[in-house]
């Protein structure tokens, strides 16, 4: 299915050859981690005693009547520590820097999930740490700016380009250009350049290992659907991984269709975008016909991205899973649902897979039974949500 | 045998560097754009580098990406680049691309390469372009008959040096430093020994980039280099310049004085 970092015809590297260097030195290091018993145990002991795994598994009965009766049970990745599945891939990212004698790491982030959990493995383990983050994020997430000072962390406005994500990323990898001999790039998705697709998948798929079991001892059978929403895709990929094989377990992403894939003003980037190169390796890309990348466009600035890691857009091809956009105010409403029907406030990515799940519910019926990856909690989208839905702050 | 590869044959039998300007595509806009080309080019310059300007430059620093910027925000496409290569190439100076690989991806491969030739060019600088990801590019490049240029870096290993060279032509780029590109008060030592493990995996000549922008430096690397490249330092003087006459002389002046470096370092 792969050979040396790529996914079909997805993956590989396209980076200045100054950090191949980095990247072969990380790549050892994470298949050497992989095999090695001491690394397994420390990181499983962590998810223990820090992150709070194994995640448990609500069922969704009253949200459920909006589904078409089908049974929907929520894997809580949002109760881990920092809130979002995000702890997983920090934790084994700051382990390995740790074992490749490196002291500093850079990190990106868009709404602030990831540079929040890197800031926190950061100060769990004595590393310097700073976070790439666009201009105009650090004024939509002031608070998490404020959260990722007081864990130690240096926060770097990008103010190059559009002033986002996409841009924080290149601002990143500048870093790394220059400081790649004592500093680890703690990439936050299943993007970039080999291995960063297979090494954050392999760090995040013991959501889908303990959501198999947990599933099969709670319900006697595998789930119809697994859904989850899709930026970057890595707790997509985290909550698939272990279904892959299960070819009767539907796996459905939820994109971010924005004001709708139709308007140009969106994130779906399988759906609405094409094959290209962006930040280090081939997938699907929003790009013009010169190859340019085009700013995306998403209420919810986790999905906000004009790119996909490679293996979704594998996936994709080979028709082992679908994607599909959900419009900003589909997932507004299904935030707002689960909130009053369950007492749970989603982060507004996480809303984008819930919507799926609405409709999967319906197309499916009673007899289904759905798992989605409940990635993040919505505590930092409190004011955003407040500012859609009208409520005076 | 392209123009690049008989103008550095040429610098070689002169004994000195060859200078080489880097400049992107409409900038500081189209048609100030082939004036510039043209006022490097009677300066003294040996090789023009078109910038293919690019959204996501990971390999530029920030007057390269301001550049960049002003280039896409007027509109330049492929058509545009295309056109200043063949506007330096008009001039009698090796012309060769500079791009990231989305766009030729997107442009089509083959058809990127035909363009290349059939607009006077040498070759094109493939900055994120890996030989792991490049059998493609190859196919098309020897297809064509043009230099398929990459960057190394001080922290390739050996083996790999190697392994890139292999598939380059024209020259090696060496990358003077780890980092990205801009002026900087010294070149780094890195790029003297770099130079040398160059040498010893192949007779290609070698041209240092990143950080140039004096005759000084242009002097010290000509001791030891076989081509100068120099980009962020035009860039900042047409960026700076309060007019573009002023500009295009400020150029000008900066291209005698490289021109006149590159001839005293041996």
């Given at each position: 299915m792969t050979t040396e970092g790529h996914f079909g015809e997805y993956g590989g590297r396209f980076v200045p050859e100054a950090l191949i260097g980095a990247l072969e030195e990380l790549e050892a290091a994470h298949n050497a981690a992989q095999k090695d018993p001491s690394f397994i145990a420390e990181l499983a002991e962590l998810h223990r005693?820090?992150?709070?795994?194994?995640s448990i598994i609500t069922e969704a009965k009253r949200f459920a009547e909006?589904?078409?009766?089908a049974r929907v049970f929520l894997k809580?990745?949002?109760?881990?520590h920092t809130g979002s599945h995000k702890i997983n891939n920090v934790l084994g990212q700051a382990l390995l820097t740790k074992r490749m004698g490196k002291k500093r790491i850079i990190a990106e982030t868009g709404a602030g999930q990831h540079g929040v959990a890197s800031a926190t493995a950061a100060a769990l383990m004595g590393l310097d740490c700073v976070v790439y983050m666009g201009e105009e994020d650090t004024r939509r997430q002031a608070l998490n700016v404020a959260r990722m000072k007081l864990l130690g962390a240096q926060v770097v406005p990008v103010t190059s380009g559009s002033k986002t994500l996409k841009d924080a990323i290149n601002e990143a990898m500048r870093d790394w250009v220059t400081n790649v001999a004592d500093t680890h790039?703690?990439?936050?998705?299943?993007?970039?350049?080999?291995?960063f697709p297979t090494m954050v998948r392999d760090f995040h798929k013991i959501i889908g290992n303990e959501a198999r079991e947990q599933m099969l001892a709670l319900t006697g059978r595998l789930p119809d659907a697994v859904l989850a929403c899709v930026g970057g895709g890595s707790n997509a990929i985290g909550i698939f991984n272990a279904f892959?094989?299960?070819?009767g377990v539907r796996l459905i992403g939820l994109e971010a269709g924005g004001d709708g894939v139709e308007t140009g003003r969106h994130a779906a980037t399988i759906t609405g975008g094409s094959p290209g190169v962006l930040h280090g390796t081939r997938s699907y890309v929003l790009q013009d016909e010169n190859g340019q990348t085009v700013e995306s466009h998403s209420i919810s600035a986790g999905l906000d991205y004009p790119g996909v890691g490679p293996e979704h857009a594998y996936l994709h091809d080979i028709g082992r899973a679908e994607y599909r956009a959900i419009n900003d105010d589909a997932a507004m409403a299904a935030f707002e649902l689960l909130c009053k029907t369950e007492g749970i406030i989603p982060a507004i990515e996480t809303a984008h897979g819930l919507a799926g799940v609405l409709i999967i519910g319906k197309e499916l019926g009673p007899s289904a039974n759905l798992l989605i990856?409940?990635?993040?909690?919505?505590d930092k989208d409190v004011q955003t949500a407040a500012e859609y839905f009208g409520i005076p702050l | 045998m392209t123009q690049l590869d008989s103008v550095m044959a040429k610098v070689r039998s002169e004994n000195r560097a060859a200078l080489i300007a880097y400049i992107p595509a409409g900038f500081p806009s189209k048609a100030g754009c082939a004036k510039a080309i043209k006022a490097l080019a009677a300066a003294g310059v040996d090789a023009i580098e078109i910038g293919f300007p690019?959204?996501?430059?990971?390999?530029?620093?920030?007057v390269i990406q301001e550049a960049a910027d002003i280039s896409l925000k007027a509109g330049t496409n492929a058509a545009d680049v295309f056109e200043a290569l063949y506007v330096a190439a008009s001039t009698g100076v090796a012309a060769v691309v500079m791009t990231y690989w989305n766009p030729i991806a997107r442009y089509g491969v083959e058809k990127f390469a035909q363009s290349i030739v059939d607009n006077g060019g040498s070759g094109v600088i493939t900055p994120d372009l890996t030989i792991e990801e490049s059998d493609s590019w190859i196919a098309a490049t020897k297809k064509s008959g043009i230099n398929p240029i990459y960057v190394v870096a001080p922290s390739t290993k050996d083996e790999r040096l190697k392994n890139v060279t292999a598939k380059t032509g024209g020259f090696v780029y060496a990358?003077?430093?780890?980092?990205?590109?801009g002026s900087r008060d010294a070149v780094a030592s890195t790029a003297n020994e770099l130079v040398a493990r160059v040498r010893t995996v192949t007779d290609l000549p070698i041209s240092v980039g990143l950080g140039v922008s004096t005759r000084e430096q242009a002097k010290s690397l000509a001791a030891y280099a076989d081509g100068v490249i120099v980009g962020s330092a035009f860039i900042k003087l047409l960026l700076d310049a309060p007019s573009e006459q002023e500009g295009l002389d400020a150029i000008t002046h900066l291209a005698k004085e490289l021109a006149l470096g590159v001839r005293e370092g041996r």
């Open positions: 005693t820090y992150t709070g795994r194994p909006h589904a078409g009766g809580r990745e949002d109760l881990n790039y703690m990439l936050g998705t299943v993007a970039g350049p080999h291995p892959i094989p299960d070819a990856n409940l990635s993040g909690r919505g | 690019y959204s996501d430059p990971v390999m530029d620093g920030p990358a003077s430093m780890m980092g990205v590109t």
